[in-house]
C-alpha cells in the first residue's frame, strides 16, 4: 500500500481544490486502483505524463490515501465479521488516539472508526468463529484499562456501495 508521507497535507486538515480532471482521476481511480497510467491518462483526455504528475500530486496532498487490495474476511478464513462498539473510561479520554492505534495494530481488526455519540469507537472485526470474536472481545477491550464497555453487533452481510469519489460540483 502506498501512503503519503507524513508533511504531506491531508485533506482533513482543509478542503484541498479539485479540477474536473481531477475529479475524473480519483473517479476512475476509486472504481480500478489497478488501472494503468496509459489507460487512466485516456479516461482523463491528458498525456500520461501529465496524468502521472495529478496522481503523484494527489497522493502527496494527501487526497488520495493509498492503493490496496479489497480483500475478501472470508476468503482468508475470517468468516465472522462483526462491528465493536466501545466506550471509554472518561480518565483514558486523554489517551483516545493511542487507544485507536493499539486497536488498528491487531490482526484481527479491519478498520478502526473514532465516532460522536454515547460511544468513542466503533470497531470493524474479522475473525475465523464466534469463539474468535469470543476471544478478541475479552482478551483485547474487556481487559483493557481504558474500556469501560462494549457492545458486539454481528455482520451477516456487506454490501460495499460505490468507491469514494469527489461530489459532483466540489473542489
Known amino acids: 500500500m502506498l501512503k503519503p508521507s507524513s508533511s504531506s497535507k491531508g485533506s482533513a486538515r482543509g478542503q484541498i481544490r479539485l479540477d ?40 502527496e496532498q494527501g487526497v488520495i490515501r493509498g492503493f490496496h487490495a479489497d480483500v475478501d474476511p472470508a476468503a482468508v478464513g475470517r468468516d465472522l465479521q462483526a462491528m465493536v462498539a466501545v466506550q471509554v473510561h472518561p480518565a483514558a479520554r486523554r489517551r483516545l488516539a493511542e487507544f485507536g492505534e493499539q486497536m488498528a495494530a491487531l490482526p484481527q481488526v479491519e478498520n478502526v472508526y473514532f465516532i460522536a455519540g454515547a460511544d468513542d469507537y466503533l470497531i470493524h472485526v474479522a475473525t475465523a468463529d464466534a469463539a474468535g470474536l469470543r476471544a478478541f472481545v475479552l482478551d483485547h477491550l474487556s481487559a483493557h484499562p481504558a474500556v469501560m464497555s462494549t457492545e458486539t453487533i454481528l455482520i451477516f452481510d456487506h454490501v460495499r456501495a460505490r468507491p469514494t469519489a469527489p461530489l459532483p460540483g466540489q473542489g
Open 20 to 59: 474536473a480532471i481531477d475529479r475524473r482521476l480519483l473517479d476512475e481511480l476509486a472504481r480500478d486502483g489497478r488501472m494503468t497510467n496509459s489507460a487512466l491518462a485516456a479516461a482523463a483526455g491528458i498525456a500520461p505524463s501529465t496524468c502521472l504528475g495529478r496522481v503523484r500530486s494527489l497522493v
